[in-house]
């Protein structure tokens, strides 16, 4: 019996099963055929009972109070290097994308942030609406990844996770229900499976759920709810364990930032938004509001002080252990761990309200150093996330002014 069917017997099916055995005297001369009798009903009773709860939890999970039309957050930096459409640091000649055929879940979530963000169609990768549809409708997925990738469940449906890195899956719990987020999706938009038809909303549902406060992966579901759940501050588990963005935000700030992917820029992004959207509608204690600015910057300290003086940010930064690993390197994979860093780094300060916000001096030296990269540097196999992060870093910082841009961050 799986975790999910937790047996047990309330007092009433104590009494229900008592006036049964009550009823047959002659097993109390047969003490052992009672025992018998005795499990056998209560384990049938105790997953009667658990579907019960199931088929309960699965009303409760229809959220009306969460937000149909997610919160629109982007960039607050924006602007600080402008460039003309002729220099080589333009966008539109960055990290180019070298690669057409059969890609990734990852790399779809990624280059649709890119296009999202304004990235022209002619720059290398698949179309916009292709990626789109291999996400949302598993005929189109299976086309793209060689296998199904929507997963229909008890409550809701999700993706598969890529344990093995293959591509098919997701690589981080709950990616594309952040994506669909950030993209701004409604909760209504329909998922497409052979099962049948679900929405965002029941992969928000799977994912509340099974939703773990220790779980190893914690950031994109910290993305995904505070975009997609307030003005609600709470939700609850398959168990009816009850959570809350304060819970979320103080077990975020508890975890060491090495033990995050990416130099830990994707827990600083996450606590970044709960921070934002605190703003906007209340969703912290003041007290943890507090922890959440302390700990931003703290860490906005350390990195700055980390950068290198030609503007870069190199792993051996984390922990000193790296220099031995990066010691057995090629060149191209200690450039391509900088490339990692670099642009998540300068991608999430973009995000940070005004008053967190570094040195000018820091996103300069961090943005010209992406730029040599970006039109110098040829990777050994594509790395779509890394350059994805700094081609939105980069397209943040030197786009020319939009009638939308002064609006973009109080979406």
């Not at 033990?259 to 970044?272: E, K, N, V």
């Not at 912290?284 to 703290?298: G, K, Q």
């Not at 150093?369 to 996330?385: I, K, P, Y």
């Not at 081609?391 to 030197?398: D, Q």
């Amino acid at each position: 019996m799986t975790e999910d069917q937790r047996s047990g017997l309330s007092f009433c099916q104590f009494a229900l099963l008592f006036r049964f055995l009550a009823a047959y005297e002659a097993l109390v001369s047969c003490p052992l055929l009672a025992i018998a009798c005795l499990g056998v009903l209560s384990g049938v009773l105790g997953c009667f009972g658990s579907d019960i709860r199931e088929r309960r939890q699965d009303v409760q999970y229809t959220a009306t109070s969460w937000r149909q039309t997610p919160l629109r957050l982007g960039p607050v930096v924006t602007k600080i290097f402008p460039v003309d459409d002729a220099s080589p640091k333009h966008p539109s000649r960055m990290f180019r994308h070298r690669e057409t055929g059969p890609t990734s879940v990852s790399d779809c979530c990624h280059l649709l942030r890119r296009y999202a963000a304004g990235q022209v169609s002619d720059f290398g990768a698949l179309p916009e609406s292709q990626l789109r549809l291999a996400l949302l409708d598993d005929h189109y997925g299976r086309a793209l990844f060689g296998e199904s990738v929507l997963q229909p469940t008890r409550f809701g449906v999700r993706y598969r996770h890529d344990e093995q890195f293959s591509g098919i899956g997701e690589s981080h719990r709950d990616l594309c229900l952040a994506t669909f987020a950030e993209l701004g999706l409604k909760l209504s938009t329909q998922l497409q499976t052979d099962e049948g038809r679900f929405s965002i909303e029941q992969l928000l549902q799977e994912s509340t759920a099974r939703f773990d406060i220790k779980q190893d992966e914690i950031c994109w579901t910290s993305v995904a709810y505070c975009l997609y759940l307030p003005p609600s501050k709470t939700w609850r588990n398959r168990f009816e364990e009850r959570f809350s963005f304060d819970i979320l935000a103080r077990e975020l700030i508890g975890r060491e930032l090495v033990s995050f992917s990416c130099g830990g820029a994707h827990m600083l992004y996450a606590l970044t938004l709960l921070l934002r959207v605190d703003q906007l509608t209340p969703i912290l204690s003041m007290s943890t509001r507090e922890r959440v600015v302390d700990r931003l910057v703290s860490k906005i300290r350390e990195i700055t002080d980390a950068q290198s003086e030609s503007g870069e940010w190199s792993p051996l930064w984390l922990d000193a252990e790296f220099q031995q690993i990066e010691s057995r390197w090629l060149p191209s994979e200690r450039l391509l761990a900088r490339l990692v860093l670099t642009g998540h780094y300068l991608e999430w300060m973009t995000y940070l309200p005004y008053d967190l916000q570094p040195d000018t001096g820091v996103y300069r030296a961090a943005f010209d150093w992406l730029c040599v990269v970006g039109a110098d540097a040829h990777f050994e196999r594509d790395a779509v996330c890394p350059q994805t992060h700094a081609w939105l870093a980069i397209n943040t910082l030197s786009r020319v002014s939009s009638a939308d841009d002064d609006a973009v961050g109080a979406k």
